[in-house]
């Protein structure tokens, strides 16, 4: 979803300077941001036959949505698929899939 919000006067004429907005689940995040990453977590219980990462940096209305013992820390990463790689990489054996509810990387 895009959306137009008035941030400015243009310094010439005096009517509004637009910007783009971009709304992603809920949060708005300004188009053009530089080094915008969000910190995700992997459940380090296996639940359904995978482990599920969680994006930290919205909402999450997943009832499986770890406890905190329960967290490992991916570090801040620039999109959902990047902090499945790392998961993997860490732990070959394991079966990794995004969180249905906050990232959008879902697959199963």
């Not at 783009?20 to 689940?25: A, D, F, I, L, P």
């Not at 992997?42 to 482990?51: F, K, Q, R, S």
């Not at 790689?85 to 995004?98: E, F, H, L, S, Y």
């Amino acid at each position: 979803m895009v959306k137009y919000i008035q941030v400015a006067r243009d310094g010439v004429s005096g009517k509004p300077k637009p910007i783009k907005v971009m709304r992603v689940q809920n949060w708005p995040i300004t188009m053009g941001k530089e080094n915008t990453m969000a910190r995700y977590i992997v459940n380090a219980n296996e639940y359904d036959g995978h482990h599920e990462v969680h994006n930290t940096s919205v909402h999450c209305d997943n009832s499986t949505y770890p406890k905190i013992e329960n967290q490992i820390d991916l570090g801040e990463q620039p999109n959902c698929s990047t902090a499945i790689a790392v998961v993997k990489n860490m732990r070959p054996d394991w079966q990794v899939d995004g969180c249905a509810y906050c990232t959008n990387c879902h697959t199963r």
